[in-house]
Structures are given as C-alpha cells and as structure tokens.
C-alpha cells in the first residue's frame, strides 16, 4: 500500500482515482438505458402557432446546451447557446428571433412559418467535456385553403364517355377525401383514384352518376372541403311513355295524349298519324273524335345533343254507341233451343247473361265462334229463367230485351232422389256407429274407475299428522269430500279441484319442486314446506331475488357508449345523443363534430364542478348539452348527418372517448320509372331503370300493385335501381312500379304497363252472308283474342287489291264489299301477324249469285229489233204513198207540157233562158222508165241548180228527184256526172249505162 497521497503515475495502485470512481458510481446511477432525448409539442403545429422542443433525460452535470438547426452541428447552424454556469443566452448565426431558450435545455419557437418545419439537434456538454447529442422534428402545416373541382368535360354523354375530376390545389402533407351524395366513394370498376386520391375517374359515366361530389383535404391541423358539384350527363332520350294509356275513346269525345321520355337535355316531340305528320308538340289534342281518327299514333322523342330518336306507337280505337241487340230463340230438336243475339254494329263482342248474371258456361251449352249463337242440348230444368244478350265495344255496351225460357219437364215418379235416398241412409248408420262408439267408451270408462278406487281402498295409508302433508315415500290422495262411491271422470272434469302448494327442499343438492292437489275439506293435511300460492306471500322467492341483486353487479368492463334517439330522424326533428356508462368521478364533457377530437371541430363542453358550458368553433347554436353529458340538437338539417365524438375527463385527468352517429332524411319525391321497351317479343329481354334524385334510399319493386317476387329469369342490380328480365315470357305481361323509401318515408313511381307480343292463335272468320245476289252487300269480320296485331287480307290465296267498292275498318278487322259483283266471287282469308309470328284463318267462300235471264237475246236487243221493224214498215208505205202520188203528178204534168211545148232548140246549143229542154239521149229511141224520157220540171230543175258547187257526200237532195235523175239518165251542165253518181249511191240505185260512159268526159 502506498499512502493516499502519492501520485498515481508512478507505478502504484491509483486508489484516490478508484476511490473516485467507486464514489461516482455510488451516488450517481442513472437509468442504464436513458439517453437524451427531444419530444416536440406539438410534433404537428399550425403556422402561427408555437412549438416547444422538450428535452428528456438530461444528465445533471450538464453545463452547456448547443441548438443547431438540420441534423449537422456545424457552427453557421447555431441558433442559440446557452450555459449552466453564467446563466446566460449567446444567439448563433441561425438565430431568427422568434426562439427561447429555457435554463433546462428545452427550446421554444413562437409564431412558426412552414420555413421552421424539419430537423433540429441539440448538443450538451458537461464539466469534464463530455458531449451528448439528440435530434428531434416538428412539422408546421399551413391552414388549407377551400379546395374547388375541376372537370375535363362539362357536359359528358351517357355510356361514351369517361370524366375525371381533379381536387384542386395541389397541398403538400395534405390527404385528400372524395364523396358522392355525402358518402365515401363505393368500390367499383368504373370508379378509379389517382395514387394520391387528388383525382377521381369515371369510366363510362352514366345517368346515375349525377352526383354531387365533393372533396375534402386535410392535414393534421385543419380541414377543408369543395362546394358540391353536380355532373350534366347527357342521355337518352328514353322509350317515350304515352298517356292516358288508355286505348279505346268514345265517339264524340276529345282526345288527349302527351309523350314524355326521359332525356338530358329535355327531348323535343314531335307526332304523326297513321304516318301522317302532326304537331310537334308534347301534348296532342283532338277534339270531337271520329271514327276516322282510329289508327296509329307515334309519338317520337329526339335529343338535340346525343342526336338520337326513340318511338313509341299507341293504337287507338273511337267507337260509337252500340244500338241495343235483339234476342231471338228457336227450338231445333224437341230438347234443345238455340238463341240469337242480332246487332248490326260491327266490331262488337257478345256476352250473355242469365237471371242478370253473367252466364256461366256448362258442358252442355256451346257458342258459336263469334259468341252471337247460344245452344243448349239438352235443355235441362235449371237452364229456365231469363236470357239477355250484351253488344260492347270498348267505348259503350248495350243489352237487349230480356227473353224468358220456359222448360216443360216430364213427368216423373214422385217421391225423393235416388240419390237424397242414398244420402240418409248413409247417414243413419254413421250415427248409429257413432252412438254405440260412445255407449261402450262410457261402460268401460265406469268399470275402470270403480277397479281402480277399490284398489286404493285395500292400500290405504295412515292418515298424516295435522297440519303436516304426505311423507317423503308415500303419496295419499283422500277421497274429494262429500262424496261416496266413484264420481264419473266428467264430473271431476267439470268442477276440478286446482288448490296447488309447492314445496321447496333447499337441504337436497338440487332443489326438488313437488306439486300437490289441495283439499278444502276440514282436517285434510297439507305439506308443512309448503308455499301456498293463493295469497301468501313467496318469502323464498323474494330472498333469492334479494340476494341475487346483492351479489351481482354489472361487468366492470363497461365503456362509454353514445346512443342516438333516434338513430334515423326527419329533417326539422329534434335527436338527443344519449350518453350512457359515465363514470362517476367524471367532471367534464367536450362533444366534437366527426370522429376527431380536434380544437376546431369543438361543439360545445360542460364542467359539472362549475355547472357551466362553452361554445366550441363547431357551435350552430342548435345544440344543448345536459349535465349529464347528453347532447341535443334540434331542428336538425341534412347537414347534421354523421358522426359525433364526446371526450370526458374524471378528477385523475383520465380521459374517455365514444362516438355516435346520426342520419337525417329529408321527405321524398316519386322516382321516376323507364323502360327499354314497353312492347316486347316473347323471349326477348326489357330492363325497367328507377330514377330518383334522392339519396339514402332502398329500392322495392311492385307488379300489378304487389310485391314483386323474383324468379331465376330476373335480377336486380347492386342498389336495386334496375331490374332486367331475361328472357320475357307472357306471365311478366303487367304493371310495373319502383318504391324508393329511407327509414322515414316512402313513394311510388307512375306504372309502366309491360305487354308481351306472343305467338299468334289462328284468327276466326266470318261473313253476314256467304251468298249473295249480284248487287247487293256484304260484310267479312275478321275475330282474334290477340292484341297488339295487324290484320291483312287474301283474296284466292293472293293479297287482295281494294276497289272503291270495298271499304275496311279502321283496324282492318271488317271488309264490306258495296256493291257485290261476279268478279268477287271466291275465296277469302284474314291473316293477323305481330313482330314475331303471323296466322290465317281458315278460307271462307263468297258466292255471287247473277240475276235469272230468258235464253236468248236479251230484252233490250228483242226490243230494239222489233222497233226496226216497225219504223221501216212505216217507211215502206210513205215512200210508196209518195211515188204513187209521184206518178200521178207527173201524168197530169206531162199532159200540161206537150199542149204548151215551145220550138225545138238549134242543134249545138242548150236549152234557152226561158224555156227548159232535155233531149234524149243519143242512141235511144222512145223514153223509157217511169217519167217517160220527160225532163224534170221548173221546180226539180231549181233543187239542182241550188247544190250545185257543194259536196254531193254531204247533201241529201229530195229522193224523188234523185231517183229521177239516176232512172232517166237526165243530166245537164249543172249537174257533175260526180254527184249524180254520189246521189245514186247515198240511196242505193244504179246510174244508167248512158250516165256511166259520160262521166270521164264530164269535169
């Protein structure tokens, strides 16, 4: 050993340094794994706000703190300095002025910027230079700003095109949040989001996706959120809907029909008839309908934007009244009648009634095809009454007159039905089998209770002690008092004894329950344990629940729970946040709007130690909060929906958190009902689409005003919104509704009616005659139970060719032929056919009958022939009247002549100017014919000079005359040889062989 005091470097055992180090380590024992640490509070701050960097874990003995700024300890770095020893502050070059140091080492920043966001490292040294070193980091964040959407296309098309909408600005440290109709975006293959959720993505938008939509930023020390946007989503039009969906209008009335199809933009209408073009118009209005304004009505729907037209044709039909039938019946067979309903209205269908009754069909009653014929074979006793017939079209119905139908019956053996005789005596002996059924049940019933109280009378037991019930091994059961020998059951059932005790043995392992009948007789025994249940009072019941209540207290673990009433409220509605679970040292509450408890979004808190409330930023001055921490708001909006947290704080500054949630409704509107086709060929499909512009609603649909029960042919889509039916069959023919609903309310769209074109039963033809007489009329109707149809006619298998004689209803079920003629003669068929299928009816031969003729010529030629005749005997007896008065003026004529004849002229030269002269001509001899060779007188001579120079073709001179001429071949230079000729032609008489050789001398 050397003494203490010798130095330590030369060799020896240093124990001053040992003695040093043991005494350090005695006294100063830090934790072995505590290292200085920076805890920034808060790590997120918002710009303006300040910053405290907190130091844990220094060492005592530190003399010095160093604050750099980044993670590098360079000198150019330093913010402050500051030191143990001199208790003073030095400022560094990175020293800004908003920074304080504290004596402890911890650093302060006031009114931060973003600038101050990042790393900070502090450095301690300590007397014998010891350097310890720690870094710790803050984050400033910015208030955000009120972020806006923007669109890459205003007014996109419905299944073309795709949208993406961007939330801007773009924040650093900022998440972003999307909603649609105040929901977070669903999963789904048209929806996508960008990495960081800034832009959202619609893939083939659709109607549906009209929105609104909003987006949210936040960070941690604020948020923000757009104003909504609603999408402008061009689409359809639709299938256009008619209405009234009526289709059938009364003569005389007025028409009114309006189209609407669902379109973005509005579509604009347009009408035509029987493709006519009418108004374009979304209302069409006829007055005074005719039954010329029966036929097709299209309604057709065009957008102006996505350029498309949809159609939607309704057949109408105006009728007139039906004239009232008449009724008329005929015996054909001795037990058989037949009955006629006679109309002259066409297109009618026939009921018949029966004591005003609609008729009800039986095997032994048949209709004709067209229903006008009721035959009854054979006519039995109950057919008597009255019979009225019913002519209806779809605009009025008309009965006739009733007819009474008298049914004589024969004579019969009196006495009752062979089968009301089978039915008593069938009767009869079921009661006497059940009779002596229960004659035999009552003897063995008596018999058996009489053994069985014998039995009892030969092992009976002692009688129990007063006031003490049967043993534990024994059972007794004392005759009912009053009575001697066995009572029937039924008495015993009739006045039953129901004096019940129970007895409860708490000693056994396991309580036995033991039930006895009572007995009111004096000294009947009772069980001493017995808790009597007619009025006394169930001590051992109300212990046990006593002591069950003492020993059971709620489960330890209960949370704080927050529960709405109610959970789903109308808007305008009053909803109280009801807190239960509060822990009884509680001394504050603080209701928060979400699921944050952030300063900003601070509602309203309570102190129960002050009794007093403070109003938060979120205060709408709607809210009330109780001293016991529940919250209501009233007159709630739409806007209230959604989560509320509430934070309580006991004596121990323990604080609690729950959240609840509410949802506000606002009333709804009707949806409105599409569909891709109102008329669908069977096997086809059809998607009906319910449209609302509400949100938070569930989605029923209705057929033929009840539920609609799906089948494997028909599914929903994901919110019910659109139900397709693939394929259609006849059964789907109806009406078709949507309901959309939330938990406060609900409405119904307008029906759809779905009809169904099936295949086509053949039709039915008939004719008011199928012989008839040339001239008259007649009348083909062709019948069908289908609808929806178009109807075509056939002459001799050949499409027929309408005349202006041939006239067809406006739905082309009636062909009236006026007159009827020979050429119409043959074979007849209709043919109804829809998009899908076609059928004829079976061929109906039209026989035209000729009026009866008298063989021969017909009456008018016999007629003609026969007044021929008579004029030309007529004729005959003028003309030969006239030449025998001819002759005989001639003969006086030439007699007058030869007493005055004047000198002969001088050869060469023609007759002189006073006299007239014909020489005979040469060759001939004496004259010849009727005039003698005389020559015409004064008068005839005159006729001729007067046609002289005219077209001999185109006069008729006196025949007499003429025949003189062509008879004595009497010519002069005033006379052409060519219009003798053509004067002997006109009356058929040959010109003489002298008047033939002069005519190629004469000009």
């Known amino acids: 050993m050397q003494p203490p005091s ?154 073309e095109d795709s949208l993406a909408l961007t939330c801007e600005p773009e924040i650093n440290y900022a998440s972003y949040l999307w909603k649609i109709n105040n929901q977070t975006i669903p999963d789904g293959d048209r929806l996508k989001l960008s990495n960081n959720n800034r832009t959202l993505t619609l893939f083939n938008v659709t109607r549906n996706d009209t929105g609104p939509y909003e987006c949210e930023t936040q960070n941690p020390v604020s948020a923000n959120r757009s104003d909504p946007l609603t999408l402008n989503t061009s689409y359809g039009p639709d299938a256009p809907i008619i209405n009234p969906p009526d289709s059938h209008f009364r003569l005389g ?37 005719s039954t010329n304004k029966s036929g097709f009505y299209v309604c057709v729907a065009h957008n102006s934007v996505t350029n498309l037209n949809r159609t939607t044709t309704k057949n109408i039909t105006v009728s007139g009244l039906v004239a009232q039938p008449s009724l008329r019946a005929t015996n054909t067979e001795p037990h058989s009648v037949a009955m006629t309903c006679l109309s002259d209205d066409p297109g009618i269908s026939i009921t018949w009634i029966f004591n005003s009754q609609t008729l009800q069909l039986t095997d032994r009653m048949q209709l004709s095809p067209d229903h006008r014929t009721l035959s009854i074979d054979p006519v039995r006793e109950e057919d008597a009454g009255e019979y009225q017939c019913e002519a209806s079209n779809p605009a009025s119905s008309s009965r006739s007159d009733r007819y009474r139908l008298a049914v004589i019956s024969e004579e019969r053996t009196p006495g009752l039905p062979v089968g009301a005789v089978a039915g008593i005596v069938t009767g009869v002996l079921v009661g006497v089998a059940l009779v002596a059924a229960l004659g035999c049940f009552l003897l063995h019933t008596r018999t058996g209770r009489a053994s069985v109280q014998l039995g009892l009378r030969d092992h009976r037991t002692p009688a129990s ?85 003492t020993f059971w207290n709620p489960h330890p673990t209960a949370q704080l729970t927050i529960v709405p009433v109610p959970s789903d409220v109308a808007e305008g509605r009053d909803v109280l946040l009801l807190v239960h679970n509060v822990s009884e040292n509680t001394v504050g509450y603080a209701w928060y709007r979400g699921q944050i408890t952030d300063r900003s979004r601070l509602i309203v808190s309570y102190w129960k130690i002050t009794h007093s409330g403070f109003q938060g930023p979120a205060f709408s001055g709607r809210e009330t909060i109780h001293p016991n921490g529940s919250l209501l708001f009233m007159n709630v909006t739409k806007g209230d929906t959604g989560f509320y947290t509430l934070q309580t704080i006991d004596a121990y500054f323990w604080t609690e958190a729950a959240t609840g949630e509410f949802r506000v409704h606002g009333p709804l509107t009707p949806p409105h009902l599409t569909a891709s086709n109102t008329k669908v060929a069977e096997g086809d499909s059809v998607q009906l689409t319910c449209i609302s512009n509400d949100t938070e609603i569930s989605i029923q649909w209705f057929f033929n005003n009840k539920t609609l029960q799906l089948t494997d042919r028909m599914q929903l889509s994901p919110n019910n919104s659109i139900l397709t039916i693939r394929p259609v069959l006849k059964m789907d023919e109806g009406e078709y509704q949507c309901q959309v609903s939330n938990p406060i309310s609900s ?31 007649v009348q083909l109707t062709c019948i069908s139970n289908d609808t929806e149809i178009s109807i075509q006619w056939f002459f001799n298998n050949k499409t027929l060719q309408l005349t202006d004689r041939m006239q067809l209803s406006p739905n082309n079920s009636i062909l009236t032929i006026r007159p009827v003629l020979k050429m119409d003669e043959g ?177």
């Open 747 to 777: 409405q119904k769209s307008n029906p759809i009616t779905l009809t169904v074109i099936g295949p086509l039963t053949p039709p039915h033809l008939t004719a008011s005659n199928t012989k008839v007489a040339e001239g008259d009329s």
């Open 465 to 549: 002690r007063p006031g003490q019930g049967p043993s534990d091994t024994s059972t007794s059961l004392a005759p009912p008092p009053g009575h001697g020998a066995a009572v029937p059951i039924y008495q015993e059932l009739l006045n039953p004894d129901l004096d019940v005790y129970c007895r409860v043995d708490h000693k056994a392992e396991v309580a036995s329950y033991s039930f006895h009948r009572g007995d009111r007789a004096a000294g009947t025994m009772q069980p001493p344990s017995a808790c009597p249940c007619r009025g006394g009072i169930p001590w051992q019941g109300i212990l046990l629940a006593v002591s069950l209540l």
């Open 6 to 159: 010798a130095c330590p470097c030369r060799g020896g055992i240093p124990w001053q340094g040992v003695l040093l180090a043991v005494s350090l380590l005695t006294f100063w024992n830090p934790h072995p794994t505590a290292q200085l640490s920076i805890k920034p509070v808060p790590f997120d701050v918002a710009e303006g706000k300040d910053v405290l960097l907190l130091l844990h874990n220094v060492s005592e003995n530190t003399v010095g703190y160093f604050w750099y700024r980044g993670e590098i300890t360079t000198p150019n770095l330093l913010i402050v300095s500051y030191s143990n020893l001199t208790h003073s502050a030095i400022q560094g070059p990175a020293f800004s002025g908003r920074e304080t140091i504290y004596p402890n080492g911890s650093l302060l920043f006031v009114n931060v910027t973003k600038g101050d966001t990042g790393f900070y490292t502090l450095q301690t040294t300590t007397p014998n230079f010891q350097i310890e070193t720690a870094t710790g980091e803050f984050r400033v964040h910015e208030k955000l700003p009120k972020p806006n959407i923007t669109i890459n296309n205003s007014q996109p098309m419905e299944g």
């Open 253 to 289: 009335t007025n028409l009114n029909l309006s189209c609407h199809a669902d379109s973005n933009p509005p579509a604009q209408y347009s009408w035509s008839f029987n493709g006519r073009p009418l108004e374009s118009t979304q209302q069409l209005s006829i007055p005074n309908l």
């Open 827 to 1003: 074979e007849y068929q209709c043919q109804v056919s829809n998009p899908i299928s076609s059928q004829k009816s079976n061929p109906i031969t039209l026989t035209v009958i000729a009026e009866e003729r008298t063989p021969g010529l017909p009456v008018g030629a016999v007629a003609g022939i026969v007044t021929g005749v008579l004029v030309g005997v007529a004729l005959v007896a003028a003309l030969g009247c006239f030449l025998l008065h001819t002759r005989t003026g001639r003969a006086s004529v030439q007699l007058g002549l030869r007493d005055h004849r004047t000198p002969a002229s001088r050869p060469g030269q023609g007759p002189s100017d006073t006299s007239t002269s014909l020489a005979p001509p040469p060759g001939h001899g004496a004259a010849v014919p009727i005039y003698q060779g005389r020559s015409p007188d004064a008068s005839q001579w005159s006729v001729l000079r007067g046609e002289v120079g005219r077209d001999p073709r185109s006069v008729q001179p006196d025949s007499a005359l003429v025949r003189l001429l062509c008879m004595n071949s009497i010519t002069s230079h005033t006379v052409t040889a060519l219009a003798l000729v053509s004067w002997c032609s006109w009356y058929r008489l040959a010109p003489t062989q002298w008047l033939q050789q002069q005519i190629p001398r004469w000009p």
